[in-house]
């Protein structure tokens, strides 16, 4: 959605949420926020909750149709850079939001709202849980 403003001015308005501390515009996002998304989103996590059968760092590529036979896995995983690659196919490989997008078939602003509310979702699931056990005030 956008907003005229006087002059001829126009800002992107989005949908706001908050991630803790951060607040993520559906939308256009700044740099900062998209960074903070990467690192909050560790890719092997990603990756087998998408189903991916990940042991350690490797694990099969998700383009099936150019591993004819192969029975090595070919994705191979960094989780200290959160970045993965397959090593037969050239056009496989990046950072988090690039799996997304590439696994699924997503747009990048897709991929950046899924794991923004990926984000979200944990941080509800673990204050339900740490609140269980305790007692009220």
């Not at 800002?11 to 501390?21: E, K, L, M």
């Not at 997304?100 to 673990?126: M, N, P, S, Y």
């Amino acid at each position: 959605m956008h907003v005229t403003l006087p002059l001829d001015k126009t800002i992107d308005v989005g949908i706001i949420f908050s991630i803790g501390r951060w607040k993520i515009k559906r939308g256009p996002m700044e740099e900062q926020e998209i960074q903070h998304i990467e690192q909050a989103n560790p890719i092997v996590q990603v990756a087998v909750e998408m189903g991916l059968s990940v042991r350690g760092n490797l694990g099969p590529c998700f383009r099936t149709e150019r591993h004819m036979g192969d029975k090595e896995p070919s994705l191979f995983f960094n989780v200290a850079k959160n970045i993965f690659l397959c090593k037969t196919c050239e056009d496989v490989g990046g950072g988090v939001i690039d799996f997304v997008c590439q696994f699924k078939g997503w747009d990048r602003q897709k991929a950046i709202e899924w794991l923004a509310h990926r984000i979200e979702f944990d941080q509800q699931t673990r204050k339900l849980y740490y609140l269980r056990g305790k007692k009220k005030g």
